[in-house]
């Protein structure tokens, strides 16, 4: 097989791909990228089966462990951009039991549905954002030169054909000005469509949550307005052309496919997940509220139909990803139905100082490029020898095992220690034009503390 052949026509990616890609921003857990991977391609896999059994292809949910900051949320997020798919991360511990007072577990599908919704209609906008750039221009071109309709019959004057002929010489001309930008800054008055403010739910479960759109009732309700607006030209422009766009998208279109990718490619993060399982003391019986959770999500991750304002959402093939420290309990603490729903389990490896070099070096949107980016708007080029990103892993290494594990958000503390009084003093200086932290630096400023347990708890 060909490399062409290996990779499919729809811009889904191997794979190999896709673990090539997540390196870009993760270092490490390559168990969880190559799982996650599979995951993706066999969604892809699924859609192009025969039709008489791809419904009988479930997903294989996932259930990633490992200590805080070591990439479990960064690997799903970044997953789903690459699958350019409807991604939630919702937190497990925010959900209760139904009958008690907080976020019922299909609200996590009402969600997930409307972040798909507004992708699809970004996506419609963007099309249709040419067209509407014309029809906003026409009406903007209106306003500063109103038309003049075309004589015709047979006793049309000569005056007449005249005035329309210089009325259409006259648009042209400014049509060509605005095209250039030369009247952007020119205040003009325009009519807008104001939309009925919607109606305000209180209390701890609104109607959006029962899955009825209350905007599109009051909409029906009451009628649209127009109201003045004044302004520049150049953000009547803008103003114009997103009321357009509107109008020129079939919203029962984006409705539809919206609620269809949810179905098909949806993908929902579930962080925290050992916080809703039982914990190890038996002697106490069940939490209502956490085995509760778990036996409310358990049919959502199953595969139900869901109530949402955009229609009815079957949950059969989201892809569900779940993930935990489990430092007290374990997986096994779920109850046997829900774990029987997450088969696939990876354990993710707490970070090395080796592991922390990487990070600060290596990835797309690596810390030390981040700090880099941030002092060169201030004219400083800033640079971190070998000795200074060593001193940094190590400080991070050392701070994760003696206070506590946080992973990976350790550097984030560190380096804005580190970096405080430069961040502070830098625009009142005159800029040099070069600044290269050194091992010697680092140490100079975190040494103190580091060696302060008390003190490191607080600050680093």
């Known amino acids: 097989m060909t490399s062409e052949n290996k990779k499919n026509t729809n811009g889904n990616l191997t794979p190999s791909q896709i673990v090539n890609e997540l390196n870009r921003y993760i270092i490490g857990q390559d168990d969880a990228k190559r799982a996650v991977a599979i995951a993706l391609r066999n969604r892809w896999r699924r859609q ?45 511990s925010k959900f209760t039991e139904v009958g008690y007072v907080g976020r019922d577990v299909e609200s996590m599908i009402r969600d997930l549905t409307e972040i798909s919704v507004n992708m699809v209609k970004a996506e419609k906008t963007e099309s249709v954002k040419e067209k509407a750039e014309k029809i906003a221009e026409e009406r903007i071109l209106d306003l500063l030169i109103p038309p003049v309709k075309k004589p015709t019959g047979a006793a049309v004057s000569e005056s007449a054909e005249q005035e329309h002929y210089q009325n259409e010489k006259t648009r042209e001309w400014m049509r060509e000005k605005l095209n250039k930008g030369e009247m952007d800054d020119k205040l003009i008055e325009f009519d807008i469509t104001t939309s009925p403010v919607g109606m305000q739910v209180m209390g701890p479960i609104g109607l959006d949550d029962m899955g009825i759109n209350i905007q599109e009732i009051m909409s029906s309700m009451i009628p649209k307005k127009k109201k003045k607006r004044k302004t520049t030209i150049k953000e009547a422009r803008r103003i ?80 569900f990803i779940a993930s935990g420290a489990f430092h007290v309990a374990k997986p096994s603490d779920l109850i046997p139905e829900l774990q029987g729903r997450f088969p696939i389990r990876v354990e993710l490896q707490s970070l090395t100082e080796e592991d922390f070099v990487k990070i600060l070096t290596v990835p797309h949107n690596a810390l030390l490029k981040q700090y880099c980016a941030l002092l060169g708007t201030e004219g400083v080029e800033l640079e971190f020898n070998d000795d200074s990103i060593k001193e940094v892993a190590s400080t991070a290494a050392h701070v ?33 034009e070069k600044l290269i932290i050194t091992g010697e630096m680092v140490k100079q400023k975190l040494d103190s503390i580091v060696k302060n347990r008390d003190l490191s708890k607080y600050i680093l």
């Open 400 to 432: 994760n095992a003696e206070v506590e594990n946080i992973g990976a958000r350790r550097l984030h503390t560190i380096l804005t220690t580190l970096l405080e009084d430069i961040l502070f003093e830098v625009p009142d200086k005159v800029p040099e």
């Open 240 to 319: 114009i052309t997103q009321e357009e766009a509107q109008k020129l998208i079939d919203m029962d279109a984006v409705q539809s496919e919206a609620v269809k990718r949810v179905q098909e490619s949806g993908i929902v993060f579930i962080d925290e997940i050992d916080k809703i399982a039982g914990g190890s003391n038996k002697s106490q019986g069940p939490d209502v509220s956490r085995e509760g959770v778990q036996r409310d999500l358990l049919p959502i991750v199953e595969g139900s139909s869901v109530n949402t304002k955009y229609g009815v959402v079957k949950t059969d093939h989201i892809l």
């Open 48 to 92: 192009n089966v025969d039709s008489d059994i791809r419904d009988e292809i479930m997903p294989n949910n996932i259930i990633l462990i490992g200590p805080t900051g070591v990439g479990k949320t960064e690997i799903a997020r970044r997953l789903a951009r690459l699958a350019a798919a409807p991604f939630l991360k919702v937190e497990a």
